[in-house]
């Protein structure tokens, strides 16, 4: 891996562990947006623990297996994926009442520990192999990041039309073409070469949110509904300001 395994990277990842994993386990925060949604069908009864572990895991372990892990076997770094997914199924394992938040806190610090020396085991024997394959493992997870590109363009069409959407959908794919041809230049003696992923991610998401501003403006009851709807949801992050800033500050 690109970094060094000492005390602080132990300490750190047991840390993120931990801490991510009671936030889960807390229904203070997740990172998985799929799984987010679902938590007003768990706080209204609809949903009870298990069927939303039973989500959680659905949703997160195949991007941890497919996309996580071969990504950051390919870069020699632990993207953050890889941990804050897993800590979300812990998270959701256990049951939010009583002791057992610190059990799955506990848990999660030991998950973090374990995916820090479990990668570098990885890499290191992949690294004595005759045939050096890791940086096409990276490939595995291409197509899960060309669909976060697509997804502002799907976003437009929801709230502006198909039209609009599609208009978006075809300037996001020119300009990953554009920066895949001409995104390599020089200043003096630095090379730079733009990520074309990141730069139609980066259009696309400037495209989403300047629709959203426009068409926000001529709907000023739905914003306010909406406010209304998250309310408790914002009330919920205030009260847990301190936990989410220390959890921020270690990520």
């Not at 256990?94 to 973090?112: P, Q």
């Not at 004595?128 to 997804?151: K, R, Y």
């Not at 039309?161 to 990953?176: H, N, S, W």
Request: aromatic fraction near 12%.
């Amino acid at each position: 891996m690109l970094f060094e395994i000492n005390l602080l990277t132990i300490i750190v990842m047991a840390d993120l562990g931990g801490i991510s994993t009671y936030l889960a386990n807390q229904n203070i925060a997740v990172f998985h947006d799929g799984l987010r949604p679902l938590y007003s069908q768990y706080f209204s009864g609809a949903m009870d623990r298990r069927a939303l572990f039973a989500t959680s895991f659905a949703l997160s372990f195949g991007l941890v297996i497919g996309f996580g892990i071969p990504t950051s076997i390919a870069g020699k770094i632990i993207i953050v994926h890889t941990i804050l997914l897993g800590c979300d199924i812990l998270g959701t394992l256990f049951s939010d009442s009583g002791n057992r938040k610190w059990i799955a806190t506990a848990v999660g610090a030991l998950f973090g520990i374990l995916l820090l020396f479990g990668m570098q085991a990885i890499t290191d024997i992949f690294s004595v192999l005759p045939i050096d394959f890791t940086g096409n493992l990276g490939n595995v997870g291409s197509l899960i990041i060309v669909s976060f590109s697509v997804f502002p363009a799907i976003a437009v069409g929801y709230q502006a039309g198909l039209a609009k959407g599609a208009i978006v959908l075809a300037l996001t794919m020119i300009i990953k073409q554009f920066t895949a041809l001409y995104g390599r230049f020089s200043f003096g003696t630095v090379q730079v070469a733009l990520n074309a992923d990141g730069m139609a991610l980066l259009f696309g998401i400037v495209a989403m949110v300047f629709v959203a501003a426009r068409y926000g403006k001529k709907s000023s009851e739905g914003t306010a509904s909406a406010f209304a709807v998250f309310g408790k949801n914002i009330e919920r992050i205030r009260k847990n300001i301190v936990v989410l800033s220390i959890a921020g500050g270690i990520v």
